[in-house]
């Protein structure tokens, strides 16, 4: 059964912490993509990874850091240094990176930071 | 970056009536993509608009990109409960590696 799987689906943490957000696909597909949702706001991009081993800062980068180790797999820091880390956070991948080409959503991680 | 205005914000129609969301880019585009993300969901691919002034149809859904390819509409056709959600337009410009969603627009539906 192929698909993004992000694990888990609710994620609490103290303020001051930081926190991993995983990011699965079995999509065989090059490009992954974070991106945030904030309630009744639009999709923002956070990181993007062309191929394994690299990724690019999107449009709110700033507190947030990626690794992109292996293709299956693009974790999502959310770290200390981000001021309002509660949101929706939504990975995504695609064939390519190309604006062509479609992308496939995962179900989302909701994080709360207390 | 790119400026993406979607509009309405939200709207709420009685389960029958038409809906139609426009999205307007600043900039002329090399495509369009749709996305409907259901309440408490996850963004879902809909349909890609390419050529200047295409119009593609799914079933009571119709898409149209602009003849300038800077704006694009969604409409829906006598709408039903399985309509409700947030609908996102998706631009790209040429050669951009990037697509910018925009802002949404939330459909309830009275029944």
């Known amino acids: 059964d192929g698909g993004i799987t992000q694990s888990p689906k609710y994620l609490f943490r103290k303020e001051g912490q930081n926190v991993t957000l995983s990011c699965e696909q079995n999509l065989n597909h090059d490009a992954m993509y974070w991106y945030r949702q904030d309630p009744g706001q639009g999709l923002r991009l956070i990181y993007y990874?062309?191929?394994?081993?690299?990724?690019q800062k999107g449009d709110i980068a700033e507190g947030y850091s990626v690794s992109r180790e292996k293709k299956e797999s693009f974790p999502l820091t959310v770290t200390s240094a981000q001021k309002n880390p509660t949101a929706f956070y939504l990975c995504?991948?695609?064939?390519?990176?190309?604006?062509?080409?479609?992308?496939?959503f995962g179900p989302g991680t909701r994080l709360t930071v207390l | 970056g790119q400026q993406v205005m979607q509009i309405p914000q939200y709207q709420h129609v009685q389960e029958g009536e038409d809906f139609t969301t426009y999205c307007n880019s600043s900039?002329?585009?090399?495509?369009i993509q749709w996305y409907k993300q259901r309440p408490g969901g996850h963004p879902v691919f809909l349909i890609q608009?390419?050529?200047?002034?295409e119009v593609k149809k799914q079933k009571r859904l119709t898409f149209q990109f602009g003849e300038a390819k800077k704006n694009s509409s969604l409409h829906i056709t006598a709408t039903q409960t399985t309509d409700v959600g947030t609908y996102f337009c998706?631009?790209?410009?040429?050669?951009?590696?990037?697509?910018?969603f925009g802002t949404g627009t939330r459909l309830t539906i009275i029944p």
């Open positions: 608009l390419v050529k200047s002034g």
């Open positions: 998706a631009l790209s410009n040429f050669g951009n590696e990037k697509l910018t």
């Open positions: 995504a991948s695609s064939m390519r990176a190309t604006g062509t080409d479609t992308q496939y």
């Open positions: 900039t002329t585009l090399s495509n």
């Open positions: 990874s062309q191929i394994v081993n690299d990724f």
